[in-house]
């Protein structure tokens, strides 16, 4: 009962959290569909951040089953996994202003600035 993608080929991990969130899966399930992808990537000798991010909700999923942590943490894990999903969804904008030795550059997401750098360069 795989709703997220239909195929393991189409796996959209954001997609199965937001179901399992709104209630139109349960833990079996998303355990289930999580545990079928974990094993076809670990069917390749590198780690991908997709297998790292499945394996950390992989063991969420078994200590809340087990008590070890509560229905609330793994909620608020896969939250915070779908909230970082949509932040870096959003566009990117870098400002580069080149000036002799030096570069500031602005980086944004959407209209709100991140954060700002100013990079000294010296030839050796």
């Known amino acids: 009962m795989v709703k997220s993608g239909g195929t393991m080929n189409e796996f959209n991990i954001d997609n199965l959290m ?16 999580i545990d079928e ?10 780690i991908t951040s997709e297998q790292e991010l499945l394996s ?9 089953k087990e008590g070890y942590r ?20 959003n566009s ?14 602005t980086v944004s997401r959407g209209a709100i600035p991140v954060k700002d750098y100013h990079l000294e360069f010296s030839l050796v």
């Open 37 to 46: 992808r974990l094993f076809i990537l670990r069917q390749k000798p590198e």
């Open 92 to 105: 990117t904008t870098v400002i580069l202003n080149t000036y002799a030795n030096s570069e500031l550059i």
């Open 18 to 33: 937001k179901e399992f969130i709104s209630g139109d899966i349960d833990i079996e399930n998303l355990s289930e569909v």
């Open 70 to 89: 509560s229905w609330d943490d793994l909620n608020v894990f896969i939250l915070s996994i779908i909230e970082r999903s949509i932040s870096e969804q």
């Open 56 to 64: 950390n909700l992989e063991l969420y999923i078994h200590e809340a």
